[in-house]
């Protein structure tokens, strides 16, 4: 039979008929009835379901029979963009699904087959090689059937070859870029006919998991990493009996023509969930007759797809406010370059908030962190030299901003002229005192929240604040704090000076506490009549360049209590809370895709660097504990998106508490206690979370939607200097609040649960200031929950003061009261209030030389590494109030974990240690002790066969802090 006299029989009015009415039922009944009730944006008729789109090219082979050098083959390379789908609802599973393939070719001009002029060409391919009908009278009559009768199953019972190839078509691939692709339909070759396949080069892994959305995942992770290649092959028709044009259910043989290679589809590593990427594929259209006339379809089925998918590429585009035609050029595969502004208008300080800590030592200090993974320091470094504590400076840097509000470079006197402004202030003791925090449903069952000192009608005896001070330039000398009074009593908060930069350093006070009436701290954040001298407030800058004076973001500086581990971080940090908090507001982005090494392994390091502060967590997460989480075997698993390690990282990302679901549990992860601890457990609050940005990054990890960046390309940075000035302020920032805790604000260590309300910042991780003379607004007595959220209140611009006042007064009583293991029938270590600034258990001097001495039984040494001695030992057995008020005045005798080298065996020790610098007895508590024991050697001369004995130790179940509902929730 001749071409024309088949191509005649195709064209019979039955295949006309049949057309129209898919047309109909595919475009006006169910395209248009998806829109109709409400489908936004409108979308395809047939494979909805998008797992990627990607950019590419199509490179065409060098040695093309010259039969197949027909229109696209014609040329040497193209442009193109891919769309993978399936045939499936967007909702559905990946299971079983028909997968798609739509090719977008750029840079193929003149009139096309479709009868348009443009400069593009397609191909649309499914990964079975045959379709399940044969021509457009049966599609129509399926189509019938389903959309019309809605009785698949009928038409199926009585056309089994149609169920039968239906149920072949259920495929379950393992990946989009490793399966084959068919065009099912003969095309046009010149004076031939041929049949198109894809053939992938990488092979297919078979490892499908259980979630819905599996392929997208799969896709977009591989692309992040490597090239994927698929081999264009034709078959040319060599014999029409075994080889029909019109049967879409018949295969051509392969053995009577076999197919061969024309040209390879290359997709290079890309990010596909770049912005505007997958929107990008959703808009083209994809329909076989847009291909140069010589390479057009043939048969009816083709003949029906040209008008179906014309109709329902207008009807959507119509539908989504799109443009009608082609786009002429493809979409630029890379993002341009951005064009660089280096003009300052403007400038900014950072860290936008600095933190500085108390210490003894009279004159020695450091400065605080100012990148977020810093190098230990060396042995001692804490100390002076008369082992007092070091405080710990908080520095500030002006850098030059452009419109845009990026880091154009620093400024420093040596190009611009600066003058620096800080003013800091203590209101504890004006302010309200801690029960709970105001902005979780349990502060209504708490005591009141009172004033502090409210018998004290002059409150402004009870604020310590000093007048601002100024300097500028280099090496500018000091300028003391130290005008502001405590009940007629001077108190120094601090200084300021620049360093040879003409950089700002601020340092706090010295730990100095005291009452004014003599009375003796009772309690661990309330006690009337007293004062200490941590402190906060605004940092800002006169900044003149170029002649030009510059508008200046200002900062803020928080002087916080000292930091007794310094290389720690808690599990959920001031930052991640921050971000969260910002994130909600709508003024940060959500990762996408997050990276392994930035925001997940971060999680699990924390948990893990716990052990050298709280036993629980040594035995849990650290060394060769429970749960290994940062060994290298551990690592290669948990960084691999694969869906090989599926499964393990469901179950991790299942261990961490879920407050809908676990929440008065102690056994999910973090062993943190919470805002509302309390015993007995009344709340889910009782233990803490991770924040809801944490949380939701570790659901995208679990499903495989992440960066595999481990190991990192780069090492961490160790200074500020080598990184890039552009990200120097917000590392400067991280750096800062990473090492600050957010949890449990009960009340806290540096600051508390007024920075989770979005209206104290005027832009993320940058608090608001309140105007100069700005009068706050008066609260009453008794401040609630909802007197707290007022307009201009409290949660708005801050004074100075604004954010330490709501800590206990003085801090180191919270200090000494905040431990772990309260509830010893559950656990005598877990869980822990702030580990990572107040530590719990630690591994000692004494212990630390046995480790090492690799002369002693390994025994022996092992369970010197397991012993932890009780870091707040050195306060003494005593009572409570006894133990708080040696920790306000010997706070420096309590150690520092720093950093030492592990032995050399290392197959059973970490190559580093973490060790308590000190564990000295107080002057106080040995005279208690001294004083007890001769008590009770007197009382046992008296009374014969008296044992000898000390007062126990007071259980810290029954203090004020772990009791905060007295009548409950109710």
């Known amino acids: 039979m001749s071409k024309e006299t088949e191509l005649d029989a195709a064209k019979g009015e039955g295949a006309a008929s049949a057309t129209a009415q898919l047309k109909e039922m595919f475009v006006d009944i169910v395209q248009e009835g998806r829109i109709k009730l409400g489908q936004k944006p409108a979308l395809r008729a047939v494979f909805r379901k998008l797992h990627g789109v990607a950019h590419g090219r199509l490179e065409m082979a060098p040695n093309i029979p010259q039969e197949f050098k027909v229109g696209i083959f014609t040329h040497d390379k193209l442009d193109a963009w891919v769309r993978f789908s399936s045939d499936t609802a967007p909702n559905a599973t990946d299971f079983e699904t028909t997968l798609g393939i739509g090719i977008k070719l750029f840079g193929v001009p003149g009139p096309n087959a479709l009868g348009e002029e443009g400069n593009t060409a397609d191909f649309i391919m499914q990964n079975f090689p045959i379709f399940f009908v044969d021509t457009a009278e049966e599609m129509a009559a399926f189509t019938h059937a389903g959309v019309v009768l809605n009785d698949y199953d009928s038409y199926l019972k009585e056309h089994k070859k149609t169920a039968d190839i239906l149920n072949r078509m259920k495929k379950v691939e393992s990946s989009v870029l490793t399966t084959g692709y068919w065009a099912i339909l003969p095309f046009h070759c010149g004076s031939h006919y041929v049949k198109y396949r894809l053939v992938p080069e990488t092979a297919p892994e078979n490892v499908p998991n259980d979630s819905s959305n599996y392929l997208a995942v799969d896709m977009a992770r591989r692309l ?43 997709l290079p590593p890309q990010d596909i969930g770049r912005r505007g990427q997958a929107e990008y594929g959703e808009l083209l259209s994809f329909n076989i007759w847009r291909v140069p006339p010589a390479q057009a379809p043939f048969g009816s089925i083709a003949d029906a797809r040209k008008v179906a998918y014309a109709a329902g590429a207008q009807c959507r585009r119509m539908a989504n406010g799109e443009p009608l035609q082609e786009a002429p050029q493809p979409r630029p595969s890379a993002t341009p370059l951005p064009v660089v502004d280096d003009a300052i208008v403007k400038a900014a300080i950072y860290p936008s908030i600095g933190v500085a800590r108390v210490g003894s030592s009279p004159d020695a200090w450091f400065v605080g962190p100012e990148v977020p993974e810093p190098p230990a320091e060396a042995e001692g470094f804490y100390r002076d030299a008369q082992k007092r504590l070091k405080r710990q400076a908080a520095r500030f840097r002006v850098y030059g901003l452009n419109a845009k509000g990026e880091i154009v470079h620093e400024l420093t006197p040596a190009n611009a002229q600066i003058e620096w402004k800080v003013q800091l202030a203590n209101t504890k003791a004006a302010w309200y005192g801690f029960q709970l925090a105001l902005d979780i ?33 280099i090496k500018a000398p000091p300028r003391r704090f130290d005008d502001g009074k405590f009940w007629d009593k001077e108190v120094y908060l601090g200084e300021i000076f620049t360093d040879d930069q003409g950089r700002l350093l601020v340092l706090g006070g010295h730990g100095a506490a005291a009452s004014y009436d003599n009375s003796r701290a009772i309690t661990f954040a309330n006690n009337e009549a007293w004062h200490d001298d941590v402190s906060d407030g605004p940092v800002k800058a006169s900044v003149t360049y170029q002649n030009q004076e510059l508008e200046v973001l200002p900062a803020w500086v928080v002087v916080a209590p000292p930091n007794y581990g310094p290389m720690r971080k808690s599990v959920r940090t001031m930052w991640d809370l921050m971000r969260d908090v910002s994130i909600k507001a709508g003024t940060l982005p959500m990762p996408e895709r997050p990276s392994f090494s ?353 007062e126990p130790e007071e259980d810290l179940a029954s203090i004020e802090k772990v009791h905060r509902f007295p009548r409950g929730l109710d």
């Not at 081999?231 to 061969?260: G, H, I």
């Not at 349990?442 to 300097?471: G, H, M």
């Not at 092992?862 to 109030?881: K, V």
Request: negative net charge; hydrophobic residues 40%; proline residues 8%.
């Open 224 to 266: 992040a990493k490597s090239e994927y290649r698929f081999r264009l092959e034709v078959q040319k028709r060599t014999n029409p009996e075994s080889m029909p044009l019109d049967r879409a259910t018949v295969e051509w043989p392969l053995e009577e023509s076999a197919f061969v290679h024309v040209a390879t589809l290359i």
């Open 441 to 473: 449903p349990e502060a209504k069952a708490a005591q009141p929240t009172t004033l502090r000192n409210a018998s004290v009608s002059d409150r402004a005896r009870l604020a310590i604040t000093p007048k601002p001070q100024s300097v500028s330039g």
């Open 598 to 950: 930035a925001e997940i392994l971060p999680i699990f390091q924390r948990m893990a660097g716990l052990q050298w502060v709280n036993a629980g967590f040594a035995s849990g997460f650290g060394w060769r504990g429970a749960f290994d989480l940062t060994s290298s075997q551990a690592l290669e698993r948990l960084s691999d998106a694969s869906a090989s390690n599926h499964a393990l990282r469901q179950s991790i990302a299942l261990q961490f508490r879920n407050y809908a679901v676990d929440g008065e549990s102690p056994k999910p992860w973090p062993w943190i206690y919470g805002d509302s601890m309390s015993l007995p457990p009344v709340s889910m609050r009782q233990n803490a979370t991770l924040s809801d940005t944490q949380l939701a990054m570790l659901k995208l990890w679990a499903d495989g939607k992440f960066i595999e960046d481990w190991p990192p390309r780069e090492a961490a940075p160790t200074r500020i200097e080598d990184v890039p000035p552009l990200r120097q302020g917000e590392v400067l920032t991280r750096a800062a609040l990473e090492f600050c805790l957010a949890d449990a604000f009960h009340p806290g260590c540096e600051m508390t649960w007024p920075v989770r309300a979005k209206s104290i910042y005027m832009q993320p991780f940058r608090f608001a200031h309140a105007p100069t003379g700005w009068i706050a607004p008066g609260l009453g007595d008794v401040l609630s929950s909802d007197g707290v959220t007022i307009p201009n209140g409290p949660l708005y611009g801050q004074q100075p003061g604004g954010i330490t006042r709501w800590m206990a007064v003085p801090w180191q009583t919270d200090t000494a009261s905040c431990q772990s293991g309260y509830d010893k029938s559950y656990d005598p270590y877990i869980p822990s209030f702030w580990p990572a600034r107040v530590p719990n258990q630690v591994l000692s001097e004494e212990n630390y030389k046995i480790v090492v001495d690799e002369k002693r039984p390994l025994s022996e040494r092992l369970a010197a590494f397991a012993n932890r001695a009780s870091w707040l030992e050195p306060l003494g057995s005593g009572s409570y109030t006894e133990k708080i008020n040696h920790m306000i005045h010997h706070f420096d005798h309590l150690g520092v974990v720093e950093v030492r080298n592990g032995p050399s065996d290392r197959s059973h020790f970490p190559a580093h240690l973490e060790v308590e610098d000190q564990h000295v007895e107080i002057p106080e508590v040995l005279r208690a002790q001294a004083e007890q024991r001769r008590l009770h050697a007197s009382k046992a001369t008296a009374v014969q066969g008296q044992t000898l004995h000390l």
